[in-house]
């Protein structure tokens, strides 16, 4: 996981115009600061009645994220 001072530099060079509190957050809730987290986003026409349309996946290494993105 990424330490908080790493993300807030990391932050400050891609985002300089939005506030590193808001990044922070940001960041916090959708991925726990898992550099690896992925998201899949699933297409409407694919949902089931009720679904969110997202899976979320947090693996603990590259090579781990690697093979879900593969598998997507």
Do not use: W
């Not at 990424?2 to 990044?23: E, G, I, N, R, Y």
């Not at 979320?56 to 997507?72: H, T």
């Amino acid at each position: 996981m990424l330490s908080t001072s790493t993300f807030l530099a990391l932050a400050m060079q891609c985002a300089a115009s939005v506030h590193p509190d808001t990044t922070h957050e940001v960041a916090r809730v959708e991925s726990g600061f898992n550099p690896y987290a992925i998201a899949e986003i699933i297409p409407k026409v694919k949902r089931k009645p009720g679904d969110k349309g997202v899976v979320s996946y947090f693996p603990e290494s590259k090579e781990a994220a690697l093979k879900i993105v593969k598998n997507i």
